[in-house]
């Protein structure tokens, strides 16, 4: 079993920065894509960005494009998310995902997610 934490989140004042970074408990050698996603209390959970395991193509919710960046380190086993020009908006939850796929079956792991606030 393959275990996400996240670390990063806090307070912060708008226009600030934040980074995020999520590590797995073990290497993944199925990885698919590492994605972030956010939740705000009575909303659903939504893509934030993702990013595939080699590292090669990466999206992002319209919403924070040009201030989000989303990377992997040379491990493989961490993924970071880059939060610049941070808004009220973006307060929510983050958590960590990765998506494997092995013979055609797909799994999802989920960190226990991070708490970002973005207020004056």
């Known amino acids: 079993q393959v275990q996400l934490v996240e670390s990063g989140g806090g307070l912060v004042q708008p226009g600030g920065s934040l980074r995020l970074s999520c590590a797995a408990s073990?290497?993944?050698?199925?990885?698919?894509?590492w994605g972030w996603y956010r939740q705000v209390p009575g909303k659903q959970r939504e893509m934030v960005a993702t990013?595939?395991?080699?590292?090669?193509?990466?999206n992002y919710a319209d919403s924070v494009k040009g201030r989000f960046t989303v990377s992997r380190d040379n491990t493989g086993d961490m993924v970071d998310l880059e939060m610049n020009s941070l808004k009220p908006e973006d307060t929510a939850v983050y958590y960590c995902?990765?998506?494997?796929?092995?013979?055609?079956?797909?799994?999802?792991?989920w960190g226990q997610g991070t708490q970002v606030t973005v207020s004056s």
């Open positions: 995902n990765v998506r494997t796929k092995w013979l055609g079956i797909e799994d999802n792991y």
């Open positions: 990013i595939t395991s080699s590292g090669g193509s990466t």
């Open positions: 073990r290497t993944i050698f199925n990885a698919d894509v």
